[in-house]
């Protein structure tokens, strides 16, 4: 690297540093630290969209890969952040002023486990909170997208959007001949025959196949009920659909899995005609404290397009070394 760049990375060290000291002293110190920082006990801001009396209607954006990363970076600072989103939800379920809720979903999927507790929050907030719940898809709302989206009230995608990939995904890669190549000689200790199942070293037997068709097989089938629950579609036409392809909007709209085209203005206005809500005031709620994106996206200015990549790479190695199962619609 280059003078420059390593400036750029010595700074990104200290805001990395400074980051993490502001999170311990909050956690010793929440109360003063949070009033230093200007830091609300929820972890959003509220945002006024559209101003109006009575009713409110919060949206709530699901933006990134839906996964529970155990790492922050600086450079995810603004990203998707599980838990946060699970508590924003939680927020706009419990807020008595808070009468609907637009979940915006720009999202290619992501992991079973994420998904479903997604997916469990909105029928909480539907069935115990007794609040309508619309989406409003945006570029992608792609297989754990969808999955998230299923149990909603009302579903409204833009005509090129991108949904569907119905399906659950498990990947590994082999590198036997290219470490033969090498001359690499991989030794394993294990308990059990099928302790290295989906092992990177060797090939895999005819019976650890069958061992993991029948969880992904088990785990579509979950997939498949949550559609035919949350669309009132019966079970052959959902497998019908869910061959793993993605549809855009229209064709999601022809085949029953979206119940209109529209965008996010869209839906909000359909909320407020549905409920006889015409004086609701719309609310966001963005993600993230301030001086936390605020550092983020100072420190993405100061890399080019290939140093973010590889950093973010790096993130993705650090988040586990092994294959899983995903509800992800991958190009």
Sequence with gaps: M???????????VVLLVV???????????????????????????????????????????????????????????????HDRFLKKLEHVGEDRSVSGV?????????????????????????????????????????????????????????????????????????????????????????????????????????EERDILQTMIDDMYADFV?????GRDMSESKVRELGDGRVYTGQQAADNGLVDGLGTLEDTTAMMKKDFEWPNAQVVKYQGGYAWESFLGGQVKSMFNNEDQNLMAIQDLLQQTDGPRAMYLYSK
Excluded: C
Excluded at 2 to 12: E, F, H, P, Q, V
Excluded at 44 to 70: N, P
């Design 102 to 206: 637009v979940l915006r979903v720009n999202s290619p999927g992501g992991g079973v486990v994420e998904s479903d507790e997604i997916h469990d929050k909105i029928v909480e907030i539907r069935e115990e909170h007794n609040k309508p719940v619309y989406v409003s898809m945006g570029n992608t709302a792609a297989s754990g997208g969808y999955y998230v989206s299923a149990p909603a009230n009302k579903i409204v995608a833009h005509s090129a959007t991108l949904t569907g990939s119905i399906g659950v995904i498990m990947q590994s890669y082999n590198f036997t001949e290219l470490a033969d190549k090498l001359g690499i000689d991989m030794n394993t200790i294990k308990s059990g025959e099928f302790k290295d199942i989906m092992s990177s070293t060797r090939k895999m037997t005819d």
């Design 19 to 81: 980051s993490i000291g502001f999170r311990f002293m909050s956690s010793l110190f929440s109360t003063d630290v949070e009033a230093l920082f200007d830091m609300p006990d929820q972890p959003f801001q509220e945002k006024v969209v559209e101003e109006g009396t009575g009713k409110k209607i919060a949206i709530v954006e699901l933006d990134g890969v839906i996964q529970d990363t155990s790492t922050a970076s600086v450079l995810n600072s603004g990203g998707y952040n």
């Design 225 to 229: 009920q949550v559609i035919v629950d």
């Design 2 to 12: 280059n003078k420059t760049r390593w400036i750029a990375l010595g700074i990104a």
